[in-house]
């Protein structure tokens, strides 16, 4: 039965209470300090190192960070190292522009980022940039964080991150902000590690967090990740994912979660959401609204990607690109991928120039070591025998998504014979009712293509909601294994071209658009006198919070009238 309104209303005033909290622990004790590093035109901090500040800092405080080349080496020896490690709540972390203030991976004395070989930090169990660790209420603004890389052996090198307690299966974060973020590497080893592995990543969160005008680039698995969250509570918007394996990964995430207005191009694959029997735990992906209401499209789906451009992701010379698996199991020239997921929606996207796909809806079969101390080879899937000496096989049923509305233009023009606009590989789940289903969609050049074919006239696929369906085509399957090399290196030939990797060239992307006025809402300090920036002299963090939740409340509001309208590697 659907939820109704005064549920909703519920929802809201908990997404408020959650959002206060930002400026809760300010309220209750002496007003925030502002701690200053560096310097910022031509007035002087107190400190010269973000990490010491951010250690220095009480809850509620802010950390603004000048102009400057900040080479973080923060604590080595730590589990899940970081340059700028943030373990006190309702920590606001802001630089004064975006573009010039760098938090930098690379070693003491060398240039900005440097892509030189010679000048990176190479660790066994690899580094990460600027991490919250299992903390509430801590935003990370205007700033760019480079070259945090994977260990030689693989592991870490996260740019950006929330972590809510990775690996745990478990949540330890609520509302979280980032906002005008840059987080890219320079240098990778060729396809493999060491190298950059995700740009802005968030796990094991219930929000409500908010991701805001960001890029990400030059990544071994994702420019962005959300993941290991039954119901995220999460918002990523205006966000620009390029130049890696994947534009955006998802694992395990779901309930209330909105990927919108971003754009994703010249990676492998563009948008990949996924269940997977891993340390993301719990799987599978599952995107129905809490508590049973309709959401915004009136099918009981909370978790949107909506008015996205996904375009031209046939990139194969990017980090973690190479033979033995692209990506993981990312298949090359492809917009979206939904794979193993469930009640997910797509819906009002721009997807161009992909040369394999525009979207790919299909059933994941996950091979890999199951999370320890779960107590099941296989959670959330259907557990397959496999001979003795291989890993477990779990297989993700795709099922329950919608693809509407969207418009496609110039993809499949790899021209292999199952490539096009959208693509279904399922078998076909037994144990539910509820199929996947495409309607709206159409492709600017006239005729919209698709395997199986005439999708949208088919009453097995079209309208939404869709019966129990499937489409186990063998040429598709047989593409698919070719696009991703996901069991072995495919060769080229007739009907199984697809770009390899030739070589991996990585580049300091292109200034960014900063904050407008990095003084808004900061108490008044040096930097930020109040007559100059119109600051009070204590700020409402709760209302910066409530800035930040309105897309939220939007989508409450929506839900209550039932108005229509992370990952493959990890």
């Known amino acids: 039965m659907r939820a109704s309104r005064p549920i909703v209303v519920t929802t809201v005033l908990v997404l408020c209470a959650g959002f206060s909290s930002f400026g809760a622990a300010a309220a209750r004790g002496t007003s925030p300090r502002v701690l200053r590093v560096g310097t910022w035109r031509g007035i002087s901090g107190t400190f010269t190192s973000v990490q010491v500040a951010v250690r220095s800092a009480r809850p509620g405080d802010w950390v603004l960070v000048g102009p400057g080349d900040y080479k973080e080496n923060g604590f080595a020896g730590m589990d899940e190292p ?67 890389l994977t260990g030689s052996g693989g592991g870490e090198g996260n740019e950006i991150w929330w972590n809510g307690g990775d690996g745990s299966g478990q949540i330890h974060m ?3 902000r980032g906002d005008y973020l840059t987080a890219t590497s320079t240098y ?3 396809t493999q590690d060491p190298r950059g592995e995700y740009g802005i990543f968030t796990s094991n969160s219930r929000g409500p967090g908010v991701i805001d005008h960001s890029y990400a680039s030059n990544m071994g ?50 948008l990949v959401s996924n269940s997977q029997n891993n340390d993301d735990l719990p799987s599978p992906q599952i995107g129905l609204c809490p508590g049973g209401a309709d959401g915004p499209l009136g099918l009981g789906i909370c978790t949107i990607f909506r008015n996205n451009y996904l375009h031209d992701n046939n990139n194969p010379n990017v980090p973690g690109a190479g033979s033995g698996g692209l990506a993981g199991g990312a ?10 997921s469930h009640y997910l929606a797509v819906v009002h ?27 099941q080879p296989c959670q959330g899937g259907t557990n397959v025998p496999v001979p003795p000496g291989q890993e477990p096989l779990c297989y993700y049923d795709v099922f329950g998504n919608a693809v509407m509305d969207n418009t496609f233009t110039h993809n499949g023009y790899f021209g292999n014979p199952t490539n096009g606009d959208i693509a279904l590989a399922a078998k076909g789940a037994l144990n539910t009712s509820a199929g996947n289903c495409f309607a709206g969609n159409s492709n600017t050049g006239g005729t919209l293509t698709s395997d199986p074919l005439a999708v949208q006239s088919n009453p097995l696929y079209s309208p939404c909601p869709a019966p129990h369906n499937a ?100």
């Open 188 to 190: 990778s080893n060729g």
């Open 331 to 340: 298949p090359v020239g492809t917009g979206l991928v939904l794979a193993g």
């Open 221 to 270: 698995d994702a420019a962005y990740y959300i993941g290991a969250c039954p119901n995220c509570n999460q918002i990523l918007n205006h966000a620009h994912g390029s130049n890696s394996a994947l534009g955006y990964s998802g694992t395990n995430s779901g309930g209330n979660l909105v990927v919108e207005n971003s754009e994703f191009d010249r990676n492998l694959s563009g």
């Open 471 to 570: 489409n186990p085509e063998p040429a598709l399957l047989g593409e698919l294994l070719c696009a991703t090399q996901l069991v072995a290196d495919c060769p080229t030939a007739p009907g199984a071209t697809y770009p390899r990797t030739t070589g991996v060239s990585l580049h300091m992307p292109a200034a960014q658009t900063t904050m407008p006025n990095p003084c808004a809402g900061v108490p008044t300090n040096p930097w930020c006198p109040a007559a100059a920036t119109g600051a009070v002299s204590s700020p409402s963090l709760a209302t910066t919070g409530m800035r930040a939740l309105l897309p939220l409340l939007a989508l409450a509001i929506l839900t209550a009238g039932g108005v229509g309208m992370r990952r493959i590697s990890r």
């Open 174 to 176: 609520g509302p979280f």
């Open 349 to 375: 996207n721009r997807i161009a120039n992909n040369g394999s796909w525009g979207v790919v809806v299909t059933d994941l079969p996950d091979q890999e070591t199951p999370p320890s101390g779960v107590g």
């Open 82 to 148: 970081a340059g700028v490690l943030i373990t006190t709540a309702n920590l606001h972390l802001r630089g004064m522009n975006r573009n010039t203030v760098v938090v930098d991976g690379t070693k003491p004395g060398s240039a900005r980022c440097s892509a030189k070989q010679a000048d990176q930090i190479v660790t066994t169990k690899g580094r990460n940039g600027v991490m919250a660790h299992e903390i509430d209420g801590v935003s990370i603004e205007n700033l760019t964080v480079c070259n945090y």
